[in-house]
């Protein structure tokens, strides 16, 4: 079984920064692409940035310049810095990973249960 899960959501006011974590676990031979993707009230869930195993990042126009993505292979973790937030960046963020559990094997795209982001005054 492979677990995502997320940690470091919460409340921040207008400008200013959080950082996410996401882990996963569980019966796992590679990882290739890690992401974060999120969900505001309302709104369809939208892609924020991914990582590749080799360290290539896309990120969603909204968030450029503000948003790092970055990974630690060793510890099957991917990071979110989230800078200058303002109040349309909340939503739920949901971590993703494309998991193969055995050398050589298909890789499946899994999802965190997902942390809240919240920007208010």
């Known amino acids: 079984q492979v677990q995502l899960v997320e940690s470091g959501g919460g409340l921040v006011q207008p400008g200013g920064s959080l950082r996410l974590s996401c882990t996963a676990s569980?019966?796992?031979?590679?990882?290739?692409?890690m992401g974060w993707y999120r969900q505001g009230p309302g709104k369809e869930r939208e892609l924020v940035a991914t990582?590749?195993?080799?360290?290539?990042?896309i990120y969603a126009d909204s968030v450029k310049g503000r948003f790092t993505i970055s990974r630690d292979n060793a510890k099957n973790t991917v990071y979110l810095q989230m800078s200058s937030l303002k109040p349309d960046d909340t939503a739920v963020y949901l971590c993703?990973?494309?998991?193969?559990?055995?050398?050589?094997?298909?890789?499946?795209?899994?999802w965190g249960q997902g942390t809240q982001v919240t920007v208010s005054s």
């Open positions: 990582i590749i195993s080799g360290g290539t990042t």
């Open positions: 569980g019966s796992i031979s590679s990882i290739n692409v």
């Open positions: 993703n990973a494309d998991i193969s559990k055995v050398m050589g094997g298909p890789f499946f795209r899994y």
